[in-house]
């Protein structure tokens, strides 16, 4: 399995940006179906975003859609889920995940359950 490294995480104004990046060890990256989830304390792990594994399709939660945008370098073996108009609601830990056999699209790409790969998470702070 892909050994994954998020970055990028931190302390931000609401309505600041930051761009989180996931770093995969080896070249299989590119086979992977990638998601991003978060965790706020005392709730669920959530979704937060899906990417194909060429890249050309995405998808969001509706919370974060038209804020956040999920990309993917296959040459770098990486994903990053850039975030902007930050609102205190999005503090949370946030993880990349990676599976191969989802396909993106579905929903089953929404359930935290079904990826394989995860990152060890990088904390993201929204003060209001």
Do not use: H
Not at 42 to 58: H, M, P, Q
Not at 77 to 103: H, I, K, S, W
């Amino acid at each position: 399995q892909v050994q994954l490294v998020e970055s990028g995480g931190g302390l931000v104004q609401a309505g600041g940006s930051l761009r989180l990046s996931c770093a995969a060890s080896d070249d299989t990256f590119s086979s992977y179906v990638m998601g991003w989830f978060r965790q706020a304390p005392g709730k669920e792990r959530e979704f937060v975003a899906a990417i194909s594994r060429g890249g050309l399709n995405t998808y969001y939660a509706d919370s974060v859609k038209g804020r956040f945008t999920i990309s993917r370098d296959n040459a770098k073996n990486t994903v990053y889920l850039q975030m902007n108009n930050l609102r205190p609601e999005d503090t949370a830990f946030y993880y990349c995940a990676g599976d191969l056999g989802l396909a993106a699209k579905t929903t089953r790409a929404r359930n935290p359950n079904e990826y394989d790969c995860w990152g060890q998470g990088t904390q993201v702070t929204v003060s209001s």
